[in-house]
């Protein structure tokens, strides 16, 4: 049972940043295929991005273009979601997917 901790989340006013993070409590190979998912209140879960950093690969919600990276250091087990010009519409929980595991979220709150 792979658990994934997230962390980073907290309030930001629109146009900041935020940092988050992803550890799997056990190790994952580069060739896996790590998710960001959200979920806005009262909405249903949307896929963010995703990365194989064995393969060199990122993909990119449309909404997040060019304002969100993902990244993964491999030494660290760990992925991150760098999200700058944050906005309001951002404002959501935030999970980290690898598989059929999911980490407990992290909130990013985003005020105008």
């Known amino acids: 049972q792979v658990q994934l901790v997230e962390s980073g989340g907290g309030l930001v006013q629109s146009g900041g940043s935020l940092r988050l993070s992803c550890a799997p409590s056990?190790?994952?190979?580069?060739?896996?295929?790590m998710n960001w998912v959200r979920q806005a209140p009262g909405k249903g879960l949307e896929w963010v991005s995703n990365?194989?950093?064995?393969?060199?690969?990122?993909n990119y919600a449309d909404s997040v273009k060019g304002r969100f990276t993902i990244s993964r250091d491999n030494a660290k087990n760990t992925m991150y979601l760098q999200m700058n010009s944050l906005k309001p519409e951002d404002t959501a929980i935030y999970y980290c997917?690898?598989?059929?595991?999911w980490g407990q979220g992290t909130q990013v709150t985003v005020s105008s």
């Open positions: 990365i194989n950093s064995g393969e060199r690969r990122v």
């Open positions: 997917n690898l598989g059929r595991f």
């Open positions: 056990e190790f994952t190979f580069s060739s896996d295929w």
